[in-house]
């Protein structure tokens, strides 16, 4: 029903009107406004994945639609260990893209990247972001106080590992912090 590849220019009307989103604008710090600072933003993927070893996807439909962004960085080769993050059109949340996305961006990070073990993690108060890395096979872990600041607030995450040797099946349903 999904798959995922590389973003392209034909993608730049879908990336901007996700970014109109505030909820979204508010927590990344590129975001693109014009058409061209699109298009910097899909091109940058092709050099992050290059020279920072930072994996993006679109989330694609069977229309070949932008319904979301999946990305894996590569934290440590030492250890093998990588973090992944998402998110999702606001016009397509709750219709799996973003676990989706986090099942084959997680697939391709033990295929492709050799890792050995996929972290991710969430605000608490998202719990359909809770719900997607569930889904995706990830295992939560633990919550971490006050790790993310937006603006002057301060927020508790959830964080979730998947490893190589985890079926993506067999995770509790629920959200994190409930």
């Not at 989103?21 to 994945?49: F, G, Y």
């Not at 093998?80 to 990070?109: K, N």
Request: hydrophobic share 35%; aromatic share 8%.
């Amino acid at each position: 029903m999904y798959r995922v590849r590389e973003w392209n220019r034909g993608d730049a009307d879908r990336l901007l009107e996700a970014f109109r989103w505030d909820e979204l604008a508010r927590q990344e710090s590129d975001v693109p406004n014009t058409e061209d600072e699109a298009l910097e933003w899909i091109a940058r993927r092709a050099v992050l994945a290059k020279e920072e070893d930072t994996h993006g996807f679109v989330v694609v439909d069977g229309m070949d639609r932008a319904l979301g962004h999946v990305q894996v960085s590569v934290s440590s080769r030492r250890h093998d260990i990588g973090w992944l993050s998402y998110w999702t059109h606001p016009a397509e949340q709750g219709r799996g893209v973003a676990s989706a996305g986090a099942r084959l961006a997680t697939e391709f990070a033990f295929a492709e990247l050799d890792l050995y073990r996929v972290e991710t993690g969430h605000r608490l108060n998202n719990p359909g972001s809770c719900v997607a890395a569930r889904r995706a096979g990830f295992r939560p872990e633990g919550i971490e106080r006050a790790k993310l600041r937006y603006g002057t607030s301060r927020y508790d995450t959830g964080l979730h590992a998947r490893l190589v040797t985890d079926p993506v099946e067999g995770v509790e349903e629920g959200v994190c912090g409930g």
